[in-house]
């Protein structure tokens, strides 16, 4: 299995649309559904320059999962980069992989890659959140040298419930000169 990473671009925002429009039953079943609007092909333009313009402000970093076949397989985002005083930078991990690529090895993959990714661009500790029920995204974060560091009471809304989240963090290595 090959998985590669493919930096967010209006190149590939039909089949990225066609992706979500695709999944949007699978995913409403395990996070929150994203609304009609979301799926709106100007809405979802619109939506895309937004998050290309935080990708330039180094805001964030947002990336395709791909596969061998140049397929659209997931996204895996870099989100929330800050800068504290002492000139460290974090990010907070997401992503979502489609139904025809789930337990095949592609989430591990992306991860792995975008934490190569992160330290590219100088960030020092990713954060990622998890609902405590979703083990898979856990063993996932596990897999990548992860690890837990506490709860977060009522902070996932989701199907009208408040749940509560495992918040887990990785501090990468500076990358070599």
């Known amino acids: 299995m090959t998985v590669y ?3 967010l671009s209006e ?6 649309l066609a992706f979500e429009q695709e999944n949007r039953t699978y995913f409403a079943s ?22 290309l313009t935080e990708t330039i402000e180094g ?3 947002m990336y395709t999962v791909k596969t061998e076949h140049n397929a659209i397989a997931g996204r895996i985002n870099l989100v929330n980069i800050q800068t504290d005083q ?11 992989i489609g139904e025809a690529h789930k337990g095949k090895g592609f989430a591990t993959a992306a991860i792995s890659l975008a934490l190569s990714e992160a330290s590219r661009h100088k960030i020092s500790r990713v954060e990622a959140m ?6 898979g995204s856990q063993v996932v974060l596990l897999k990548n040298g992860f690890h837990e560091t506490g709860i977060r009471h009522a ?13 887990y963090e ?6 070599a000169k």
């Open 170 to 175: 990785k501090v990468l290595p500076p990358m």
């Open 130 to 135: 998890t609902a405590v029920d979703n083990i």
């Open 155 to 167: 902070s996932l809304l989701f199907e009208g419930n408040a749940l509560d989240g495992i918040i």
């Open 86 to 96: 002492a000139g460290l930078k974090t990010a907070e991990l997401g992503y979502r």
């Open 30 to 51: 395990v996070i929150p559904d994203r609304g009609d609007a979301f799926f709106d092909q100007d809405n979802f333009m619109n939506n895309l320059q937004s998050l």
């Open 11 to 16: 190149l590939a925002a039909e089949e990225l």
């Open 5 to 7: 990473l493919e930096a």
């Open 59 to 61: 805001k964030c970093q």
